[in-house]
């Protein structure tokens, strides 16, 4: 019997899982992959907003200034990195230009007082490499760069380390409420007195195998990116944001944490819900935009590409249904500002869980006297990485610069790598300009006998 059961492991999961335990629930983490972040939380842009053009009044905007405010509460303690680059909203466009005005209304509307609008000759002070033709733009200070795996991996290592379990490769067959939930899955039964759905692409999946009904239904929305190699990293230093158009935010060209520098996502909808596959036209059409935006970039070479699967729904706004007589909690329809949004999301649903129905203050405290603050992998370029102390056992990926000892750190502890996804997540190994070419037969010798 536990006290709630999480379905899904991905960002919003993961972090619901950790405000359950602190908040002293027995909790159970269930995901049917080999690995957590296996779903749409391995594909994003790894920002963390402050909510500057989220929905007026919205729980998204709630949920994002939570996010985020815990996020900067907890980060050190867990170990976790932020480059606070900033971002700017740019103008191409006199149409576009004749919106900024707006988007710093918004802004300030939205509690982010330090949003400005910025003159074309301010932006190319700040930012030299961007091409001219930039008309203005709208200066967002708070915008900051984040590792979108490092932060879900300590939240449920949190979790794990102060008592929840999880499950993987277990899939949610079927649940029936008598008082307690009675769940069928591909492991076993389990019991729970209350359920949590944080299925993502799966959410209404999951709704309809235990209410028989679904409040909301995932259209899946694949985003491609391009990864330019690290040398392309010194002509960007801030977040580059487009105005935003009515079906998506459009296409953005930032840094990395990591060293890189990213243009993306596309917005395509498809029906199916596993596979993201890129496609060379729209890779070559985001090339063209990065390089219209940023000459430099024109012949740099291309480190990866890839691409991630949004849980969009019918509707733009998060799709979050609560049935206190059946202690079912619903999280869905949570897109791109989902990273930074979990905590707030998290506390949403404990706010939920009490009955409160009030919007989140967070961070909340905890009632764990002294609870167990694990350390996320090091792997922010700007961060001293572990290749620099001594005894680190050696090189195995020289792109990415990941060691031994990180890589066995990874196979071990309370939530080890089960796929070689997984692996990359936690390491970055084989993620770097030759894409595991000269590192994937250590990587095989280290990893033989540890993956599903």
Same mark, same amino acid.
């Given at each position: 019997?536990?006290?709630?059961?999480?379905?899904?492991?991905?960002?919003?999961?993961?972090?619901?899982?950790?405000?359950?335990?602190?908040?002293?629930?027995?909790?159970?983490?269930?995901?049917?992959?080999?690995?957590?972040?296996?779903?749409?939380?391995?594909?994003?842009?790894?920002?963390?907003?402050?909510?500057?053009?989220?929905?007026?009044?919205?729980?998204?905007?709630?949920?994002?200034?939570?996010?985020?405010?815990?996020?900067?509460?907890?980060?050190?303690?867990?170990?976790? /990195?932020?480059? +606070?680059?900033?971002?700017?909203?740019? #103008?191409?466009? !006199?149409?576009?230009? *004749? @919106? =900024?005005?707006?988007?710093?209304?918004?802004?300030?509307?939205?509690?982010?007082?330090?949003?400005?609008?910025?003159?074309?000759?301010?932006?190319?002070?700040?930012?030299?490499?961007?091409?001219?033709?930039?008309?203005?733009?709208?200066?967002? /200070?708070?915008? +900051?760069?984040i590792?979108?795996?490092? #932060?879900?991996? !300590?939240?449920?290592? *949190? @979790? =794990?380390?102060n008592?929840?379990?999880?499950?993987?490769?277990?899939?949610?067959?079927?649940?029936?409420?008598?008082?307690i939930w009675?769940?069928?899955?591909?492991?076993?039964?389990?019991?729970?007195?209350?359920l949590?759905?944080?299925a993502?692409?799966?959410?209404?999946?999951?709704?309809?195998r235990?209410?028989g009904?679904?409040?909301f239904?995932?259209?899946?929305?694949?985003?491609?990116?391009?990864?330019?190699?690290?040398?392309?990293?010194?002509?960007?230093?801030?977040?580059?944001?487009?105005?935003?158009?009515?079906?998506?935010?459009?296409?953005?060209?930032?840094?990395?944490?990591?060293?890189n520098?990213?243009?993306?996502?596309?917005?395509?909808d498809?029906?199916?819900?596993?596979?993201?596959?890129?496609?060379?036209?729209?890779?070559?059409?985001?090339?063209?935009?990065?390089?219209?935006?940023?000459?430099?970039?024109?012949?740099?070479?291309?480190?990866?590409?890839?691409?991630?699967?949004?849980?969009?729904?019918?509707?733009?706004?998060?799709r979050?249904?609560?049935e206190?007589?059946?202690?079912?909690?619903?999280?869905g329809?949570?897109?791109s500002?989902?990273?930074?949004?979990?905590?707030?999301?998290?506390?949403h649903?404990?706010?939920?869980?009490?009955?409160?129905?009030?919007?989140?203050?967070?961070?909340?405290?905890?009632?764990?006297?002294?609870?167990?603050?694990?350390?996320?992998?090091?792997?922010?370029?700007?961060?001293?990485r572990?290749?620099?102390?001594?005894?680190?056992?050696?090189?195995?990926?020289?792109?990415?610069?990941?060691?031994?000892?990180?890589?066995?750190?990874?196979?071990?502890?309370?939530?080890?790598?089960r796929?070689?996804?997984?692996?990359?997540?936690?390491?970055?190994?084989?993620?770097?300009?030759?894409?595991?070419?000269?590192?994937?037969a250590?990587?095989?010798?280290?990893?033989?006998?540890?993956?599903?």
């Open positions: 019997m536990f006290d709630v059961v999480v379905v899904g492991g991905g960002v919003v999961g993961c972090a619901v899982a950790r405000r359950f335990t602190l908040q002293g629930a027995r909790v159970l983490l269930l995901e049917k992959a080999a690995d957590i972040l296996s779903g749409a939380s391995k594909g994003n842009s790894a920002i963390l907003h402050t909510g500057f053009d989220a929905p007026a009044d919205s729980l998204e905007l709630a949920c994002i200034q939570a996010g985020h405010a815990e996020y900067l509460a907890i980060r050190e303690q867990l170990g976790l /990195p932020l480059r +606070a680059s900033g971002a700017i909203v740019a #103008a191409w466009s !006199a149409e576009q230009a *004749q @919106a =900024l005005p707006r988007i710093v209304a918004a802004a300030h509307a939205n509690g982010v007082a330090d949003a400005r609008e910025i003159t074309s000759a301010e932006i190319l002070h700040r930012e030299p490499g961007l091409s001219p033709a930039v008309l203005g733009g709208v200066l967002v /200070p708070g915008e +900051a760069l590792d979108p795996w490092s #932060a879900p991996l !300590a939240y449920l290592l *949190q @979790a =794990l380390e008592g929840a379990e999880v499950r993987r490769q277990t899939e949610l067959y079927s649940g029936t409420f008598s008082g009675n769940l069928q899955t591909s492991t076993g039964a389990v019991q729970a007195k209350t949590i759905n944080c993502g692409l799966y959410g209404d999946v999951v709704e309809e235990l209410l009904a679904t409040h239904t995932i259209r899946p929305r694949k985003g491609q990116f391009v990864v330019f190699d690290k040398a392309a990293a010194k002509h960007l230093g801030t977040i580059l944001l487009p105005v935003p158009e009515a079906h998506t935010k459009g296409i953005v060209l930032t840094p990395t944490i990591f060293g520098l990213l243009v993306g996502p596309t917005a395509e498809q029906e199916d819900r596993a596979r993201a596959a890129t496609d060379e036209g729209s890779l070559r059409m985001l090339v063209a935009r990065a390089e219209a935006m940023l000459p430099a970039l024109r012949g740099m070479p291309v480190t990866a590409a890839y691409a991630g699967i949004r849980p969009a729904t019918e509707e733009k706004h998060y979050v249904r609560h206190p007589a059946q202690n079912y909690i619903a999280l329809g949570i897109r500002t989902g990273l930074t949004a979990a905590l707030g999301l998290a506390a649903a404990w706010a939920l869980h009490n009955g409160t129905q009030s919007l989140i203050r967070a961070p909340i405290p905890a009632p764990i006297a002294f609870p167990i603050w694990p350390q996320a992998p090091r792997l922010a370029e700007h961060d001293t572990d290749w620099q102390a001594p005894d680190h056992g050696e090189i195995i990926c020289h792109c990415e610069m990941v060691t031994r000892r990180e890589i066995e750190a990874a196979l071990a502890g309370p939530l080890p790598a796929d070689a996804g997984g692996l990359k997540r936690r390491t970055r190994a084989g993620m770097g300009r030759c894409q595991g070419f000269y590192c994937h250590s990587l095989a010798a280290l990893t033989a006998g540890r993956f599903a």
